[in-house]
């Protein structure tokens, strides 16, 4: 076996606590029944592993325990609401009854850390087998599940991998990568050679009431949820005849003057000189085209009336009034939903075309778009599964390659949990500190090779 458990520990926060009770807002409701954001970031760490053992392994453990201090909710599990009236974050007193620590993991592996971190196609098995699973919270008689997990994985000789699975409902990725450069900035510090103001970020903030809700919104979403539960669990899918294909993951790059020569395009061709185009917009389009142009492959032309969907999520942090402060702990996303003629997006002009669209969906939350239409966002979401959209994951905003334990920036990072939902990509600033953006993809071996061929013929045709 490539990768063997060494220990798990269980990590409280330093400074104890507990018995603290914490409400879902309705950005959090939707997010129950999902599942955990999962990340692997790649390091070098050329030594063997008993100073792995020795040195960096007590960092580590110290490290993350000072960082569940500040955000100590991820500590905890969400549980029904004692009255019955929805669900909240709740840790228990003293850590008991499966609260009150975070499982850390502790692995070694045989597989090779070189192909593992790379950007060419790799089996997402062998990624998940460096993430971390959220424990099933035993000893509770009200249930719950935990919100975080996390796995570190030395490479004797060649590197250290840390995997981060955080559930969706906990937070969103700008409090995910919060969390995790507060780790690591602890760690760094632990290490000498750097004072805490610049190691550390600043302080999670922690009132929720800060998510104003006075249209009853997470009430009504849940409610939805529970008459979606209500009618039973969907029929299982047929059982395939032949083994489903095996997943790889892959990363491309957007360099910085490909994404400026499309923005130069989109801007050329709008109607409108306000168009908002950014390198995420273009990114999310040329993604969407290749994505299109691939599995349009081996499938019939489409209708002159059929319509290809995107979605992704926008966060509303400082675009709500008033703001909410960017250290918020929580969910502060909503979602995006972009529509445009299937044979327009597999057209020549396929990436400005999707680009304008994506451009005027962000520009109408302006003002006071963004929570309009918030009432029907959980039904719109549904409604939009079975036509298989795009969607995205992550954002070149969050910096995750800015991610350093003392072990220097990572060689690679891994939004592996893209996998769950087809047609899901990651997107993250580029490597080469040229302001590019990194695409991950996860697909069928097949599908990814004709992704590959879309990417680099949309490159060349630039």
Partial sequence: ??????????????????????????????????????????????????????????????????????????????????????????????????????????????????????????????LYSLVPRLPVVEGSADGGFALAAVQVTVFAGRGVAVGVSIHHVACDDSSYMHFVKTWAGHCRLASGGEDAGAALPPPPFLDRAVIADPRGLAARTLDEMRQLAANGPPPPPPVPAVPPPKLVIRSFTLARGCIDKMKQRVAADAKDATTHCSAFTVACAFAWACLARSASADAPSPASDERAHLLFSVECRRRLSPPVPQEYLGNCLRPCFVEVGARDLLGADGVTTAAAAIGAAIRALDGDGVLAGAEGWFQKILSLVPRRPMSVGGSPRYGVYDTDFGLGRPSKVELVSIDKTPGTVSLAEGTDGQRGIEVGVALPEADMARFASCFSDGLYQL
Avoid: N
């Fill in 1 to 126: 076996m490539a990768t063997r458990v060494l220990d798990t520990l269980a990590v409280a926060a330093e400074g104890g606590g507990g018995g603290a009770a914490l409400p879902l807002t309705f950005f959090d409701v939707p997010w129950i029944f999902t599942g955990p954001v999962e990340r692997v970031f790649f390091y070098p760490y050329p030594h063997p592993p008993e100073q792995f053992r020795a040195a960096l392994l007590p960092r580590l453990v110290a490290s993350l325990s000072a960082a569940l201090g500040k955000f100590y909710p991820l500590l905890g599990r969400v549980r029904p609401c004692p009255d019955g009236g929805g669900y909240e974050f709740f840790l228990p007193a003293g850590g008991g009854g499966g609260g009150g620590t975070v499982e850390l993991t502790v692995a070694e592996s045989e597989d090779d850390f070189d192909e593992l971190s790379g950007d060419g196609p790799r089996d997402v098995a062998r």
